[in-house]
């Protein structure tokens, strides 16, 4: 806990970006009948009855330093999923970072050994030498500021039926269009010194 802690009170460094990283699920609600449009003084009306269309992942890759995030919706969430995904922030999102600051929560999967399930060793090695990677603990993802992103984004785009996996690229899109354009960033105010009082139980007792 205090190693994240301590990761957030960096100052910003382009060159080294401190990015969080985690994921999500949402299950694909299909309509079996055409919703009712909404007219003056009436909502829109869904009937009762719907398709379930299956389950899809969603990475939300996190920069709170400078409020940008990007979404990346997949079908799954292995560990090839996520060696994908990373792969992808490295050489895309963040091509010319020295090296990526990365806060994750210990899912199994968020580990540089899938790098290696995923890709030839050169490749992996060159995907993980661009990372400083630093866990959340156990029970302590609520550290992670991805997942206030995901909280966020599933309160304003993900609370409703969504039909397909095409649909929601788009829907997510232009909610993550929105956001970055207004640079929101979390006013993250939980330190160390905190921890130490708030979490005292957390801690051995020493005694003299």
């Known amino acids: 806990m205090e190693d994240v802690l301590d990761v957030y009170k960096r100052p910003y460094n382009p060159k080294r970006p401190m990015v969080c990283l985690d994921e999500t699920s949402k299950q694909l609600i299909g309509e079996t009948r055409t919703p009712v449009s909404a007219s003056p003084g009436q909502p829109t009306r869904y009937d009762y009855e719907y398709k379930r269309n299956g389950v899809v992942n969603l990475f939300m890759i ?89 909280g966020i984004l599933s309160r304003q ?33 939980f330190t160390t010194e905190d921890a130490r009082i708030k979490l005292k139980k957390l801690y051995p007792s020493i005694e003299a």
Not at 65 to 81: A, M, Y
Not at 107 to 118: D, F, I, P
Not at 123 to 147: F, Q, V
């Open 62 to 150: 996190f920069e709170p330093l400078i409020g940008k995030r990007h979404v990346k919706v997949t079908e799954r969430r292995t560990k090839i999923d996520w060696a994908y995904c990373v792969r992808e922030m490295v050489d895309q999102i963040y091509p010319d970072a020295e090296q990526i600051v990365l806060v994750m929560d210990n899912l199994n999967t968020h580990n540089k050994s899938s790098l290696y399930e995923a890709f030839e060793p050169a490749e992996a090695k060159r995907i993980a030498d661009k990372l400083e990677i630093h866990h959340t603990p156990k029970h302590g993802s609520w550290l992670d500021m991805a997942e206030i992103e995901l």
């Open 157 to 189: 785009c993900l609370s409703r039926r969504i039909g397909n996996m095409e649909q929601l690229k788009n829907e997510v899109a232009a909610w993550q269009a929105v956001r970055n354009a207004a640079s929101a960033k979390v006013d993250w105010q």
